[in-house]
């Protein structure tokens, strides 16, 4: 008997057709329903449209529909990409988690690096055919309203090519990394956050053990948290020209701010991850050849990388269980500020163990591992018994550092409510005056941490201020410290008392000027907010009416009615009951970075005596006789002496107040 | 032919294959037996390119199959445990291999249709294992294989649809020289198929031969010894002896004819030479390699 054969394999066999479209095929409800998700958004956007047009407002224009685009990209494209770039990897790479499935696709007659770039492309194709959908529909609606731009539309196909490389790139890598679909995300994501969470996890740690060190995230390695990094650094930036409108019935000028350029900042970022998104796949690729068809099943796959997952999880749990374990018995216990060495060597080695034990049950596959096993173990609780004592005994010399000026490229000084930046070419001796202040805060160390430990609340003679001092080194580097600082009027009047040192830094001439970026060509005053407490009505403010203020202010400096720090006053009454903030936007370097709009607020207390401010509002219509009232008139029942002493035990927050 | 040598796979320290060495010849049924964990299915996967050997050689028609994707082209296999796409039917599956298999049949799948008869619309998943089964041959004979590699294949087949799937191979090895290379703990039915036979234990091919070879090499024998004399001599190169009443059962390593002529030298009333089934011979090699037969009475 002769068969026919028939020929329907193509002739490459690092594709397969058959095996793209069968994956395609399989599992459409996922890049199904993703696309309904994306359709939804044009949808809704048109929808909008006919809502505004019918309400008698303008389209939307090319320039603030590539706004729209670039807000999905900076805003929503990353976080999206992520979730749904594992969900992609996990139904493709899927197969070689299981024996029968890898038996199948292994026994084929293709080569891995066939079946590796037949199931990429698939891959590739499910998480973008969401977005092409999603693409398209924006793509007619900008024609169909006449706000189509083409730079827009390719800067946006770049940014979804890009990230989307290196998602899937990253979520292919881990892929072959693991053994197991549960796994998968769980390293993935892990993996995604892993700086984020030692960074944290690192400073929470050294803040319990170090005076002043800053409990804060630092961002250092935040590169190495692809989404953080991109959410923080791709936005869109925009330029608005603020024109000046009148309304015909009326004749009231109004000001409207009008966007004349837009443009996607961080784009380079997307590029570079997309490198890295290539490097992850070429690795991907490296371990599937040498992958073993028998480790479907393994939590990790890659014999190199066991011990690495062994003891990775173990100083995760020591350090992340560690502190939850004082935290939760000993702080409970004891109280203090400050974390005691030996409790914590006990619960970080429990916590260490626990994660030791637990990696290595994973790795097995068995509940059977104490065998043999205590010499990692033991590696493990001199880990952390190593690090709790260099930490205690500040081994690294961190509390006493104080970096030279010759080192520093800028201080960021928080203190009283106010931030400060300062320049060693331009502002030397305000730098030496922070650094000895800073010199006289370490050195005074022990007493600080016993008058914190004793601290029993505020009074009219002593309070609490935190400080925090930002180093940016020359080197690249940072020394961020942060001090919860007790002052006493007493040390204050003593030369070279720390608290000395802060009241004549703070209240200096320089500082005032500095407080308001007076002769600062770098800053300018971008808007403002104005709350009043007795028609309860707020403001947002124009440029040009914080200019206003802010010259106001200037010549309230100068008569001395604002501007020195009160550190012990906490009592408003006499404040009038307006909250005016005043925003400043850096138009200096721009290569560093958009400006955070919140650490360019100053917060003003307004007060009677200050009457170049108060006359500039009254000009401008933002305050009246009315409702020019001091919180004393207003809030009359807040200041009886009863509830005064209730509020002066309860009280813990630090007020700025300028008088 | 296919070729395996010195194969050695290691998982975590334990060695599946121990340094395995086999021989398949071009165009013959080979059975590959053994105790459960003897390695069998460790080397069937590496003979489908599945698993890659530590160390040692595994060909077929010369070439390494290890990620010869032209070469697995003409080697189709069923796994005891045969993967299918949870969703898919039958011409799902039937689309699939022939987009991997270029020398795949759609006429021979539409004409196995007729002999299993089985709805070729119906989801694989819904079927019974039997039928399962009947689908895995179906697809695997369909792809014209040269080398047909097969793992406990007729495990759940009904015995009229085993004869039939044994009746197609056979027709594919004598028509088109399909090499066959099956492992399968039914010995009897290897008995009626194979013509070579390896056994393997320990990760190792204890021993292959031919069929004809491996029943010539062992004998067994039914002897009454003349009066007196109660007790097999300790002389005589027995691997196995039991006894009912006087009449001994003796198996002996060599053939029919030297055996009967060890024995006339005792002067029995009666020798009787039987030959062994497969069955027996597996178990009285494995019994020589330490595998616990020790209580087995025949």
């Known amino acids: 008997m002769s068969w026919e054969v028939r020929t329907m394999q193509s002739k490459t066999s690092y594709f397969n057709g058959t095996l793209f479209r069968r994956n395609l095929s399989r599992f459409w409800p996922l890049w199904g329903l993703a696309s309904f998700l994306g359709a939804l958004v044009p949808l809704a956007l048109l929808l909008q449209t006919l809502r505004r047009s019918a309400e008698g407002y303008p389209a939307e224009n090319a320039l603030s529909f590539t706004n729209f685009y670039y807000g999905a990209v900076g805003y929503a494209l990353p976080v999206i990409s992520l979730l749904y770039a594992i969900l992609c990897a996990m139904v493709v790479w899927n197969y070689l988690y299981n024996s029968r499935s890898v038996g199948l696709m292994h026994s084929l007659p293709i080569r891995r690096e066939g079946l590796f770039l037949t199931n990429f492309l698939s891959g590739m194709a499910m998480l973008l055919i969401p977005y092409v959908v999603t693409g398209g529909l924006c793509v007619l609606y900008s024609l169909l309203y006449g706000c189509f731009d083409l730079t827009g539309l390719a800067v946006t196909v770049a940014a979804v090519l890009g990230e989307s490389l290196f998602y899937f790139g990253s979520a292919t890598l881990v892929a072959f990394l693991v053994g197991n679909v549960f796994a998968l995300p769980a390293l993935y994501f892990l993996l995604h956050f892993l700086a984020v969470l030692l960074d944290w996890l690192v400073s929470a740690f050294s803040r319990g053990f170090l005076f002043g060190v800053s409990g804060d995230y630092s961002g250092t390695v935040e590169w190495l948290s692809p989404t953080v990094y991109l959410l923080r650094r791709v936005q869109p930036v925009c330029t608005y020209e603020e024109v000046s409108r009148r309304t015909e019935s009326t004749g009231e000028i109004w000001y409207e701010h009008v966007l004349t350029e837009v443009h996607l900042e961080g784009l380079w970022v997307v590029g570079v991850y ?27 796959a890659v014999g190199p990388v066991k011990p690495l997952f062994r003891f990775g999880l173990a100083a995760l749990a020591a350090l992340l269980g560690g502190i939850a374990l004082y935290e939760l018995f000993w702080q409970n216990l004891t109280g203090g500020r400050y974390f005691e060495a030996l409790p914590m060597v ?3 080695a429990a916590a260490g163990a626990i994660g030791y034990y637990g990696a290595s049950m994973l790795l097995a596959k068995s509940l059977r591992v104490f065998r043999g096993s205590w010499k990692g173990l033991a590696l493990v609780l001199c880990a952390c018994a190593a690090l709790c004592g260099a930490l205690e005994f500040d081994l690294p010399g961190v509390e006493k550092r104080v ?41 005074e160390r022990d007493s600080i941490i016993e008058r914190q430990e004793s601290w029993w609340g505020e009074t009219d003679r002593e309070t609490m201020v935190r400080l925090r001092l930002t180093y940016r080194l020359k080197n690249g580097r940072m020394v961020k410290r942060s001090y919860d600082l007790p002052l006493s009027q007493e040390r204050m009047a003593q030369a070279g008392t720390y608290e000395n040192l802060l009241d004549a830094l703070i209240n200096g001439e320089a500082m005032k000027a500095k407080r308001l970026h007076l002769n600062d060509p770098e800053y300018q005053a971008a808007g403002g907010y104005l709350y009043r407490n007795a028609d309860n009505r707020d403001f947002d403010l124009n440029s040009r009416e914080a200019a206003a203020i802010l010259e106001a202010l200037g010549q309230d400096v100068q008569e001395g009615t604002w501007g020195t720090h009160d550190w012990f006053t906490h009592d408003n009454r006499n404040d009038y009951a307006v909250d005016l903030n005043l925003y400043f936007h850096q138009t200096g370097d721009p290569e560093d970075g958009p400006v955070d709009v919140a650490e360019e607020r100053i917060s003003i207390r307004l007060r009677p005596a200050m009457r170049h401010t108060i006359a500039c509002l009254r000009e401008l219509g933002l305050v009246t006789e009315d409702t020019l009232r001091t919180y004393g008139e207003l809030y009359p029942e807040d200041f009886d002496e009863a509830a005064d002493a209730i509020a002066q035990e309860d009280t813990v927050a630090v007020t700025a107040v300028y008088s | 032919m296919i070729e395996v040598k010195d194969a050695v796979k290691r998982f975590d320290g334990f060695a599946a294959l121990d340094g395995a060495s086999l021989s398949v010849p071009d165009g013959s049924v080979y059975g590959l037996v053994g105790p459960n964990g003897a390695g069998k299915s460790t080397l069937i996967r590496h003979l489908t390119g599945i698993y ?5 050689t595994v060909r077929m028609g010369g070439a390494d199959v290890w990620e010869d994707a032209e070469l697995k082209r003409r080697v189709a296999a069923i796994p005891d445990d045969w993967y299918y796409f949870n969703q898919a039917s039958i011409r799902d599956m039937m689309r699939f291999y022939r987009g991997f298999y270029p020398r795949f049949s759609v006429e021979r799948y539409e004409k196995l249709k007729e002999v299993f008869n089985i709805d070729e619309k119906k989801t694989i998943r819904r079927l019974s294992k039997g039928m399962q089964k009947q689908v895995a041959f179906w697809l695997a004979l369909s792809c014209m294989p040269d080398y047909l590699i097969l793992d406990e294949p007729v495990d759940g087949l009904d015995p009229v649809m085993r004869r039939q799937v044994w009746s197609l191979m056979m027709g594919d090895v004598s028509e088109r020289g399909t090499t066959v290379l099956v492992s399968s703990h039914n010995l009897r039915e290897l008995e009626d198929v194979c013509d070579h036979v390896g056994i393997m234990d320990h990760g190792r091919v204890l021993l292959e031969r031919s069929l004809a070879q491996l029943q010539d090499n062992m004998v067994k024998l039914q002897v009454v010894f003349p009066d007196g004399m109660t007790e097999v001599p300790p002389e005589l190169p027995v691997l196995h002896s039991s006894r009912i009443g006087r009449i001994h059962t003796l198996i002996m390593r060599m053939n029919a004819q030297e055996a009967t002529e060890r024995l006339t030298g005792y002067h029995p009333m009666l020798v009787d030479a039987v030959p062994l089934t497969l069955e027996e011979i597996f178990i009285y090699e494995l019994g020589g390699a330490d595998y616990a037969v020790k209580d087995i009475v025949l």
């Open chain 1, 403 to 443: 970096p030279e000026q010759e080192e520093v490229e800028t201080v960021d000084l928080q203190v009283a409510g106010n931030s400060y930046t300062f320049y060693p070419e331009e502002e030397e001796a305000l730098l030496e005056q922070v650094r000895t202040l800073h010199s006289a805060i370490a050195a």
């Open chain 1, 274 to 300: 997309a490198l890295a998104g290539l490097v992850m796949l070429a690795l991907a690729w490296l371990l599937y050849r040498r992958r073993r068809s028998e480790s479907a099943g393994d939590v990790v």
């Open chain 2, 52 to 56: 890659r050997q530590d160390s040692g």
């Open chain 1, 346 to 348: 006990v619960c970080m």
